[in-house]
């Protein structure tokens, strides 16, 4: 599976992006596909994960600004954020595979990463 990811920039505080990732090859393999991110100095974390199924996880500090949305036709993900803030700012991976807990994100495949970076 290969993911390329679009939509990194530079945005003000406050402002929007919208990052997709498109995937290719064995995508009968994928179940969930989302996005992670990291800071300097910070772990990765989880932002959004959209499964298959339905379901949808989001994590605590992007919850009410952020929106996943996947096209399984396309085997596209989309992450539209919107009033972003400074900590926002991080490298954004896509991530894609047959595991829905973040726990096993290193089992999926992973994209090479967009930077994101928000202004104050």
């Known amino acids: 599976v290969q993911l390329v990811e679009s939509g990194g920039g530079l945005v003000q505080s406050g402002g929007s992006l919208r990052l997709s990732c498109a995937a290719s090859?064995?995508?009968?393999?994928?179940?969930?596909m989302g996005w992670y991110r990291q800071a300097p100095g910070n772990q990765r974390e989880l932002v959004a994960a959209?499964?298959?199924?339905?379901?949808?996880n989001y994590g605590d500090s992007v919850k009410g600004r952020f929106t996943i949305s996947r096209d399984d036709a396309e085997n596209t993900v989309h992450l539209q954020m919107n009033s972003l803030k400074p900590v926002d700012t991080a490298v954004y991976y896509c991530?894609?595979?047959?595991?829905?807990?973040?726990?096993?994100?290193?089992?999926?495949?992973w994209g090479q990463g967009t930077q994101v970076t928000v202004s104050s």
């Open positions: 090859g064995s995508v009968g393999r994928i179940y969930s």
């Open positions: 991530n894609a595979g047959p595991y829905s807990d973040s726990r096993y994100a290193d089992y999926n495949y």
């Open positions: 959209a499964t298959s199924g339905g379901s949808t």
